[in-house]
Protein backbone atom coordinates (compact mmCIF):
# COMPACT_ATOMS: atom_id res chain seq x y z
CA UNK A 1 0.00 0.00 0.00
CA UNK A 2 1.45 3.34 -1.05
CA UNK A 3 1.36 5.97 1.87
CA UNK A 4 -0.81 8.95 0.60
CA UNK A 5 0.33 11.53 2.31
CA UNK A 6 4.42 11.24 2.58
CA UNK A 7 6.26 12.42 5.26
CA UNK A 8 7.81 15.79 3.24
CA UNK A 9 11.11 17.57 4.04
CA UNK A 10 11.31 21.29 3.35
CA UNK A 11 12.61 22.07 0.06
CA UNK A 12 16.11 23.56 0.88
CA UNK A 13 19.02 23.42 3.75
CA UNK A 14 21.80 26.20 3.72
CA UNK A 15 23.91 23.69 5.75
CA UNK A 16 26.16 26.47 6.52
CA UNK A 17 24.16 27.94 8.52
CA UNK A 18 22.72 24.79 10.18
CA UNK A 19 26.13 23.67 11.71
CA UNK A 20 26.41 24.11 15.59
CA UNK A 21 25.03 22.97 18.48
CA UNK A 22 21.59 22.22 19.08
CA UNK A 23 19.65 21.15 22.11
CA UNK A 24 17.27 18.25 22.27
CA UNK A 25 14.15 19.53 23.42
CA UNK A 26 12.10 16.48 22.70
CA UNK A 27 12.04 12.96 20.40
CA UNK A 28 10.38 9.99 20.07
CA UNK A 29 12.67 6.89 21.92
CA UNK A 30 15.49 5.90 20.29
CA UNK A 31 16.83 2.26 21.15
CA UNK A 32 20.16 3.46 21.01
CA UNK A 33 19.95 6.58 23.66
CA UNK A 34 19.10 6.36 27.10
CA UNK A 35 15.64 7.65 28.06
CA UNK A 36 16.32 8.92 31.18
CA UNK A 37 19.29 10.94 29.38
CA UNK A 38 20.04 14.92 30.17
CA UNK A 39 21.26 17.49 28.33
CA UNK A 40 21.17 16.07 25.19
CA UNK A 41 22.83 17.86 22.62
CA UNK A 42 24.06 17.80 19.12
CA UNK A 43 26.82 19.44 17.48
CA UNK A 44 27.19 19.69 13.28
CA UNK A 45 30.58 20.49 11.44
CA UNK A 46 31.36 20.42 8.03
CA UNK A 47 34.31 18.37 7.26
CA UNK A 48 36.71 18.75 3.87
CA UNK A 49 35.31 15.93 1.96
CA UNK A 50 31.39 17.65 2.22
CA UNK A 51 30.03 15.54 4.92
CA UNK A 52 28.84 16.49 7.95
CA UNK A 53 30.46 15.42 11.43
CA UNK A 54 27.89 14.59 13.95
CA UNK A 55 28.87 14.68 17.36
CA UNK A 56 25.81 13.86 19.99
CA UNK A 57 26.37 13.91 24.00
CA UNK A 58 24.60 13.59 27.00
CA UNK A 59 24.89 12.72 30.04
CA UNK A 60 22.90 8.96 31.29
CA UNK A 61 20.73 7.99 33.48
CA UNK A 62 23.78 7.39 36.11
CA UNK A 63 25.33 10.77 35.54
CA UNK A 64 27.82 9.79 33.04
CA UNK A 65 28.78 11.44 30.11
CA UNK A 66 28.04 9.65 26.51
CA UNK A 67 29.32 10.75 23.23
CA UNK A 68 28.13 8.97 20.24
CA UNK A 69 30.23 10.67 16.00
CA UNK A 70 28.87 10.17 13.11
CA UNK A 71 28.78 11.38 9.54
CA UNK A 72 25.87 13.02 7.35
CA UNK A 73 25.69 13.38 4.00
CA UNK A 74 23.68 15.47 1.94
CA UNK A 75 21.17 12.99 -0.35
CA UNK A 76 18.92 15.65 -2.12
CA UNK A 77 20.01 19.03 -4.26
CA UNK A 78 18.57 21.06 -1.78
CA UNK A 79 20.42 19.10 1.43
CA UNK A 80 17.49 18.78 3.24
CA UNK A 81 17.43 15.20 3.54
CA UNK A 82 20.68 13.55 4.77
CA UNK A 83 21.82 9.78 5.32
CA UNK A 84 23.74 9.55 9.41
CA UNK A 85 26.02 6.87 10.20
CA UNK A 86 26.85 6.05 13.96
CA UNK A 87 29.32 2.94 12.86
CA UNK A 88 32.90 3.26 12.88
CA UNK A 89 34.65 5.13 9.97
CA UNK A 90 36.11 2.32 8.30
CA UNK A 91 32.36 0.29 8.20
CA UNK A 92 30.76 3.44 7.40
CA UNK A 93 30.43 1.86 3.61
CA UNK A 94 28.81 -1.52 4.38
CA UNK A 95 24.93 -0.91 2.85
CA UNK A 96 21.81 -0.23 5.13
CA UNK A 97 23.41 1.02 7.92
CA UNK A 98 22.72 4.86 7.12
CA UNK A 99 19.79 6.51 9.08
CA UNK A 100 17.15 8.99 7.10
CA UNK A 101 17.74 12.55 8.68
CA UNK A 102 15.00 15.00 6.81
CA UNK A 103 14.51 18.42 8.03
CA UNK A 104 10.59 18.66 8.21
CA UNK A 105 10.12 22.33 9.71
CA UNK A 106 13.23 24.87 9.81
CA UNK A 107 12.89 28.73 11.83
CA UNK A 108 13.97 30.87 9.16
CA UNK A 109 16.23 32.17 11.52
CA UNK A 110 17.47 28.34 12.15
CA UNK A 111 16.88 28.78 16.01
CA UNK A 112 14.20 25.56 15.58
CA UNK A 113 14.36 22.38 13.81
CA UNK A 114 12.07 19.46 13.21
CA UNK A 115 13.75 16.44 12.07
CA UNK A 116 12.02 12.84 11.15
CA UNK A 117 12.07 9.76 8.89
CA UNK A 118 10.33 9.02 6.24
CA UNK A 119 8.63 5.79 7.81
CA UNK A 120 8.07 8.40 10.76
CA UNK A 121 9.91 6.00 13.27
CA UNK A 122 11.99 9.01 14.60
CA UNK A 123 11.80 12.45 15.18
CA UNK A 124 13.55 15.22 16.98
CA UNK A 125 12.91 18.71 18.23
CA UNK A 126 16.02 20.42 17.98
CA UNK A 127 16.62 24.39 19.47
CA UNK A 128 19.91 26.72 19.67
CA UNK A 129 18.78 27.42 23.15
CA UNK A 130 18.47 24.92 26.05
CA UNK A 131 14.56 25.43 26.17
CA UNK A 132 11.96 27.30 23.56
CA UNK A 133 8.88 28.79 24.12
CA UNK A 134 5.54 26.60 24.95
CA UNK A 135 3.37 27.84 21.42
CA UNK A 136 6.79 27.93 19.17
CA UNK A 137 7.25 24.05 20.52
CA UNK A 138 3.27 23.02 19.89
CA UNK A 139 3.80 24.89 16.42
CA UNK A 140 6.72 22.31 15.22
CA UNK A 141 4.63 19.47 16.86
CA UNK A 142 1.65 20.52 15.31
CA UNK A 143 3.52 19.58 11.80
CA UNK A 144 4.60 16.34 13.03
CA UNK A 145 1.12 15.49 13.73
CA UNK A 146 0.01 17.16 10.18
CA UNK A 147 2.74 14.99 8.98
CA UNK A 148 1.84 11.53 10.47
CA UNK A 149 3.85 11.51 13.38
CA UNK A 150 2.11 9.50 16.27
CA UNK A 151 3.61 11.66 19.34
CA UNK A 152 2.39 9.50 21.96
CA UNK A 153 5.86 7.98 23.10
CA UNK A 154 7.68 11.77 23.04
CA UNK A 155 10.31 12.11 25.24
CA UNK A 156 11.42 15.46 26.42
CA UNK A 157 14.62 15.52 28.12
CA UNK A 158 15.43 17.85 30.83
CA UNK A 159 18.20 20.24 30.25
CA UNK A 160 19.82 21.24 33.23
CA UNK A 161 22.70 23.66 31.75
CA UNK A 162 25.35 20.72 32.40
CA UNK A 163 27.51 20.33 29.45
CA UNK A 164 29.57 17.24 27.84
CA UNK A 165 32.61 18.79 27.64
CA UNK A 166 35.55 16.92 26.07
CA UNK A 167 37.74 16.92 29.51
CA UNK A 168 34.20 15.04 30.78
CA UNK A 169 34.43 12.40 28.68
CA UNK A 170 38.54 11.93 28.60
CA UNK A 171 38.13 11.30 32.62
Known amino acids: MTDVHPVTPIPSLDLNRYLGRWYEICRLPLKWEDEAATDVTARYSLENDGTVRVDNRCFDAEGKPTQAVGEATPINEGKSQL ?13 FTKGDYW ?16 ERDHLWLLAR ?18 QG ?14 EVTDELLSL
Open 149 to 162: FDLGRLISPRQTGR
Open 129 to 146: DPHVDEAEKEAYLAEARR
Open 103 to 118: VLKLDPDYRLSLVGTP
Open 83 to 95: KVSFLPEGLRWVP
